[in-house]
Every structure is written in structure tokens, then in C-alpha cells.
């Protein structure tokens, strides 16, 4: 019977968590590359998890106690329902509105770090708070002025950015380990 030993199982799952950086960074750069296609993508899957919250608070309601709880738990339920059966036949309205939801959520997110930065700004290394909170402003500011047409690659770009360094990342603590555990062996 074949023994495992210790660096050989730490190889098996770094070699495994190597692949899975590796397809994030080949999926995020043709995320990249067709950014409207990738945000169609998450705009579809966004919708089948709606659409899987309304299946979820229907059964619940089904399980509430009281005449009048049961009634609001099947209305939301049958909202959520309606929701998502809407935007999977409707992708496209779900990626504007993805996208406005997006730059929303960027502006307010560059507010609140700019008013962080003033909080905490004799804190050493403050000074990235700043930064951060005005490009994020910026990047709220240009998808909402060039909304709706900023649906065709905000999502999809930021997606993809996102798998890339996730994948990058993935992969150096992955080859990291790899070492740590060769020089353990």
C-alpha cells in the first residue's frame, strides 16, 4: 500500500490550486477580452441565485406559523420569483442595471474612504485611504456619466480583472507553499 507523505499531498493540492489560478487567469482575460459577454454571464447567473431565493422563501413560507406571515413570505417569495425569471429572459436589462447598481455602489464607496481618510489621517500610510477613495470615486463617476453604454464593459472588465489577480495570487501562494514545503522536506 503506497504511503503519502506529507510534501507529496502538500504537491498534489498546490498542483491542483496551481490549475484552478491558472483557469482563473485564462477566463479572466477573456472576460477582458469580451466584457459584454462576461457580464451577460454574471447577469444570468446572478439571476438563476433570485430565482433560487424565490424557491427558497416559498418553502419557507409554507413552514410559517402565523396566516398573515405566510401570506408576506409567499409574496416575497413569489417577488423574488418574478425577479429572476425576469432578468434570465431579459439579460441585457440585468447588466444596465448590474451596472448602475455598480457605479452606485462606487460613489458611495469613494465617499466614505475620502471621509475615512480626514478620520485617520495621522495614521501613517493614511495617505492610500485617500487614494483609493478618490479612484473609486472616479471609476463610479465615469460608469454612471456613460451610463447605460458603460454596460458593455464595466462589468465584464472589472470581473475579469478581478479573476486575473485572483488567479495570479492563487498561484504565487500556491508556488509558495510548494517551497515552504521543499524546504521543510
Known amino acids: 500500500m503506497a504511503q ?3 510534501s507529496d499531498i502538500v504537491r498534489q493540492a498546490s ?4 490549475v484552478w489560478g491558472v483557469l482563473l487567469i485564462v477566463f479572466g482575460m477573456l472576460a477582458v477580452a469580451s466584457p459584454f459577454f ?6 444570468v447567473v446572478i439571476a438563476w441565485l433570485i430565482l433560487l431565493a424565490g424557491v427558497v422563501h416559498l418553502m419557507l413560507a409554507f413552514r410559517a406559523h402565523g396566516a398573515g406571515s405566510m401570506i408576506w413570505k409567499v409574496l416575497v417569495g413569489l417577488a423574488y420569483l418574478f425577479f429572476g425569471v425576469y432578468l434570465i429572459l431579459h439579460p441585457v436589462l440585468g447588466v444596465a ?3 448602475l447598481l455598480l457605479a452606485s455602489l462606487f460613489l458611495i464607496e469613494g465617499v466614505l474612504d475620502i471621509i ?3 478620520q485617520m489621517r495621522s495614521l501613517g500610510g493614511s495617505s492610500w485611504v485617500l487614494v483609493d477613495g478618490i479612484i473609486t470615486l472616479l471609476l463610479g463617476l465615469m460608469i454612471y456619466l456613460q451610463w447605460p453604454s458603460s454596460s458593455a464593459w464595466a462589468i465584464g472588465t472589472l470581473v475579469g480583472v ?3 489577480i ?3 495570487t492563487q498561484v504565487m501562494l500556491s508556488l509558495a507553499v510548494r517551497k515552504a514545503a521543499a524546504v521543510i522536506a
Open 15 to 18: 498542483t491542483l490550486s496551481i
Open 97 to 99: 442595471s448590474l451596472t
Open 4 to 6: 503519502n507523505i506529507p
Open 162 to 164: 478581478s479573476m486575473i
Open 116 to 118: 475615512l481618510f480626514f
Open 38 to 43: 462576461a457580464a451577460v454571464a454574471v447577469s
Open 166 to 168: 485572483s488567479g495570479v
